[in-house]
């Protein structure tokens, strides 16, 4: 357990700690802000495309190997970054550093499923939730030090440690299970999903800047659908396929994916929003927003280990319909914020949000690992994570867009240059609005998972009756 979540506390604090010193970056390498956002960006579209072949990889050779090897990669990356001079080499060492973090986030989850017995699995993947908030928590904080007191390449030293002995222990702790029967990796498949995703997340990345209805844009959406189809087509056929789609047949599979993703664009597109409120329209120093934007992530933090500890004793979904309810309530509270609200009444309108997260993360996880065969752990572990990826893609460039439209409908059709330099009233109305979206976004969810629920007694009700 302290293997696997001293991995996913570095690669989540990796995440959070580095857009605070994108401005100190911008400015020391003298670059533009278009060009230095390529060093989160860049990171963020690595690890995505490379989950699900990671995952299928370690199926075929043993997760532990491929899991210290992401540390040592992961290493070697942020020395690159820390020693990098020009901003090309510190993006390009960027992409370096997320293969060792893709490495690690697809393995996590499918290290714990595979080690822990079933009656303890829930506790463990919501310590991995927990350590998931720790991170979020700590990053700006630690960044917030590190830039006062040194210079922006010790955000990428201070890894180093923590590196080394989350590599220690995963070569002492961590049990090396291979698998006996000799597998081909499916290299067709595993090239045209990497194509497939990589025009969808540079399609929702150039949308954001240059509009969805460009012709770019449109041309990376439609190749997606195209490579997505062939992926599907050539999985269908293939002996060993890099997906097994036999997975999706699963319902309880299936739906969990679903609203994961649902809830990952809700929580990801609000958490780009806020710090527009709170700064524009609230004024706030940059000290106060981010507390107050760690109350999400602290509530999380609490709850998801009690969450999955709940879900050993009365299951997955019962939990994961009640979470995406209150999930809703949250998202529907914190849609009443206006120019005005107080700090004690954003707090009270959060909280709800942070604890419908926290119920509805560690059990929904629990819920796919679960399902998943054995044999398949490392590609459901993938596809876990590559949900959360694209959720938070996805929402960021939607709800960001969403929320530029809003404002130039509340202000009669008037552009901006920046939809952040529009008047303060304008700003809250498309923000009240675009959460009012996100909570029907999330009931639709909350309405899948309450059906799924639905059905999964009846069939239960059915088996029992007929023995």
């Given at each position: 357990m302290a293997a696997v979540a001293t991995g996913i506390f570095l690669a989540?604090?990796?995440?959070?700690?580095?857009?605070?010193?994108?401005?100190t970056m911008q400015s020391d390498l003298q670059t533009s802000f278009s060009t230095v956002q390529w060093v989160v960006?860049?990171?963020?579209?690595?690890?995505?495309?490379?989950?699900?072949?990671?995952g299928r990889w370690a199926d075929m050779v043993g997760k532990k190997r491929i899991y210290s090897a992401g540390y040592l990669v992961f290493m070697a990356g942020s020395l690159a970054c820390g020693l990098s001079a020009s901003i090309g080499v510190l993006i390009a060492a960027r992409v370096f550093q997320a293969i060792g973090g893709a490495m690690m986030m697809a393995l996590g989850t499918a290290i714990?499923?595979?080690?822990?017995?079933?009656?303890?699995?829930?506790?463990?993947?919501g310590i991995s939730g927990l350590m998931v908030s720790l991170g979020i928590i700590t990053g700006p904080t630690l960044g917030g030090v590190i830039l006062g007191a040194l210079s922006w390449h010790w955000i990428f030293f201070v890894n180093l440690p923590v590196g080394v002995v989350g590599t220690l222990l995963v070569v002492k702790y961590v049990p090396d299970i291979v698998p006996g029967v000799k597998q081909k990796f499916d290299f067709l498949g595993a090239g045209l999903l990497l194509v497939s995703l990589t025009c969808f997340l540079l399609g929702l990345t150039i949308g954001e800047v240059r509009g969805f209805s460009d012709l770019i844009v449109l041309m990376l959406f439609a190749g997606f659908?195209?490579?997505?189809?062939?992926?599907i087509r050539t999985e269908a056929c293939v002996e060993q396929p890099m997906i097994d789609l036999a997975l999706f047949r699963n319902g309880l599979f299936s739906v969990n994916l679903i609203t994961g993703f649902l809830s990952f664009i809700g929580t990801a597109g609000t958490i780009l929003l806020m710090p527009f409120y709170l700064e524009n329209v609230r004024g706030y120093p940059p000290q106060t927003i981010g507390l107050m934007l760690a109350v999400v992530p602290a509530t999380v933090g609490i709850i998801a280990p009690i969450s999955g500890m709940l879900s050993d004793r009365v299951g997955t979904r019962p939990l994961t319909v009640i979470g995406l309810a209150i999930m809703v309530l949250?998202?529907?509270?914190?849609?009443?914020?206006?120019?005005?609200?107080?700090?004690?009444?954003?707090?009270?309108r959060f909280i709800p949000m942070g604890f419908g997260i926290g119920f509805f993360q560690s059990p929904n996880n629990n819920a796919i690992m679960s399902s998943a065969p054995r044999n398949r752990l490392g590609v459901a572990s993938g596809l876990q994570a590559l949900t959360r990826t694209l959720g938070q893609t996805t929402g960021i460039a939607i709800l960001g867009a969403i929320w530029s439209g809003l404002i130039i409908s509340a202000s009669g059709g008037i552009h901006y240059a920046d939809a952040s330099l529009a008047p303060v009233e304008y700003q809250?109305?498309?923000?009240?609005?675009?959460?009012?979206i996100v909570s029907i976004t999330i009931f639709c969810g909350f309405l899948l998972s309450l059906y799924a629920w639905w059905a999964e007694r009846n069939v239960r009700n059915m088996v029992v009756?007929?023995?």
């Open positions: 989540t604090i990796d995440g959070s700690i580095v857009n605070i010193a994108l401005p960006l860049g990171y963020l579209l690595t690890i995505a495309v490379l989950l699900l072949s990671i714990i499923t595979e080690n822990f017995p079933p009656q303890e699995r829930g506790k463990a993947l659908i195209l490579f997505l189809a062939l992926f949250g998202f529907l509270s914190i849609s009443t914020l206006k120019v005005d609200t107080s700090i004690g009444g954003y707090i009270l809250v109305v498309a923000l009240q609005r675009t959460l009012l009756g007929y023995q």
